[in-house]
């Protein structure tokens, strides 16, 4: 278990600081730079010369020796509160059944649904741990957790009180989603109008009453709901003053991207069938687009999304793991970054952007995270790298040296 050690005053030296600020070249390094943090907030980073005068008085001064400093990561996009897994669908896949027809006997999301709801809060909370510990490891710092293995009101709010606990009793930031609106339960196969009358309209507004839910999210697939049907579910966030993203294009092009830019939507993930439409709206709307190459992997597609339209249309890329116990059992992310590198064409910069600024962008906390700037939080990793490069290029190896939430030192 990580332990935290009071020290949120301090001045950290000697480093080489990827700032990932907005408007700087690159991913705005600093050499020979130092971050000041001030009750748990950067109050400089910067080169020594332009620290002023007095400023290092009282600090806790750690000379970081050279090491580099990046924003603390950020998975955007997990599904890291459930119960059991799907090892036999992982079998399955190996003999050669598709997602799809996974999904259609009976497996796929609905299969965790049981599992899930079998367990309370504090169990799923347990049984979480696990997966969260291992993302604060590798100097993650802010965890979007989604809903959506309840497909009840009451199994979906208590996956999000599970996930509000986890931000209580770790150091890291949870961001929730409410995604009641996932997969349809078998008491309303064929009846997708229904459940989202009976259960995802009204338990959205059980979610929000009790602080629970940041955003909403939905699956417009042919497997999940239909573009009509999530107009619906974004309409009643609206109502509720919530912000909306999508899981779409993922196994076809429905246009769900298209509807959800049109809601100014925060991102759009998955994307593998995204069409030079969808990209534009994107670019108009300002939406992220959040690549899951932990997905595209386990379950064997050959689709890629369309990086180098996105790259050309200016379009916000992020990236993150996709923590799901299905289709991308994966609680790395800094596998994260060499997959979307490898599998998807990225480059370093854009895989560590993805991970840290554009991240934070796709779930609305860019404000307070996500690159190093003074009056931000003070969330940073320290990384025991020559370059970079070897955030991305490595696998299956960790050089966190330490990380800071808050300002407070984290120790592993």
Known sequence: MDQIFSRPDALYRNARIATMAPGAEGLGVIESGLILVRDGRVAFVGVE??????????????????????PGLIDCHTHVVHGGNRAREFEMRLAGASYEEIARAGGGIVSTVSQTNALNVDQLVEASLPRVDTLIAEGVTTIEVKSGYGLTIEGELNMLRAARRLGEIRPVRVVTSYLAAHATPAAYKGRNADYIADVVL???????????????????????????????????ARELGLPVKLHA????????????????A???????????????????????????????????????????????????????????????????????????????????????????????????????????????????????????????????????????????????
């Open 49 to 70: 010369g332009d620290l002023p005068t007095g400023a290092e008085r009282g600090m806790d001064v750690q000379d970081l020796e050279g090491r580099w400093v990046t």
């Open 202 to 236: 009204p338990g959205m507004t059980a979610a929000k009453a009790e602080g629970l839910v940041d955003a909403v999210d939905g699956f417009c697939e042919g497997i999940a709901f239909s573009v009509a049907e999530i107009e619906i579910v974004f309409c009643h």
């Open 249 to 264: 294009e993922q196994l076809s092009n429905l246009g769900g991207a298209k509807l959800a830019a049109s809601n100014g």
């Open 266 to 412: 925060l991102s759009v993930d998955h994307i593998e069938y995204l069409d030079d439409e969808g990209v534009a709206a994107l670019k108009a709307s300002g939406t992220v687009a959040v690549l899951l190459p932990g997905a595209f992997y386990a379950i064997h597609e050959t689709r890629k999304p369309p990086v180098a339209s996105l790259r050309s249309a200016g379009v916000p890329i992020a990236i993150a793991t996709d923590c799901n116990p299905g289709t991308s059992p994966l609680t790395s992310l800094l596998l994260t970054m060499n997959m979307s590198a490898t599998l998807f064409g990225l480059t370093v910069e854009e895989c560590i952007l993805g991970a840290t600024r554009n991240a934070a962008r796709a779930l609305g906390v860019s404000a307070e995270t996500g690159s190093l700037e003074a009056g931000k939080s003070a969330d940073f990793a320290v990384w025991n790298v020559e370059s970079l490069a070897e955030l991305v290029y490595r696998i299956g190896f960790n050089p966190l040296h330490l990380h800071v939430f808050k300002g407070e030192r984290i120790s592993l």
